[in-house]
Nanobody, 114 residues
């Protein structure tokens, strides 16, 4: 079984920054890709950012230029650096490990006040 544990969420004012971390119980480079998803209240879950095993990064249009995904293979950790946060970024952010099986963390709440 693979476990993912997110941390770093919290309350921040609009324009502020947060860095989310996702610690994985297996080597992060062993998965096809690692991703960060978010789900706001009453909305569907959406992909925020993704990094493939080869290091190719992709982002949702709504966060391009403000959010950066990265990973530290030595620490089995994936990060999501979020800058210039907006109230519409408020959501539960979950980490995903994409493989033959899909693995999810429990999520961390991000709240942005206006």
């Amino acid at each position: 079984q693979v476990y993912l544990v997110e941390s770093g969420g919290g309350l921040v004012q609009a324009g502020g920054s947060l860095r989310l971390s996702c610690v994985v119980s297996a080597p992060v480079f062993s998965f096809n890709a690692m991703g960060w998803y978010r789900q706001a209240a009453g909305k569907q879950r959406e992909l925020v950012a993704r990094i493939t095993r080869g290091g190719i990064k992709s982002y949702a249009d709504s966060v391009k230029g403000r959010i950066t995904i990265s990973r530290d293979n030595a620490k089995n950790t994936v990060y999501l650096q979020m800058n210039s946060l907006k109230p519409e970024d408020r959501a539960v952010y979950c980490c995903n490990a994409d493989d033959a099986s899909n693995y999810w963390g429990q999520g961390t709440q991000v709240t942005v006040s206006s």
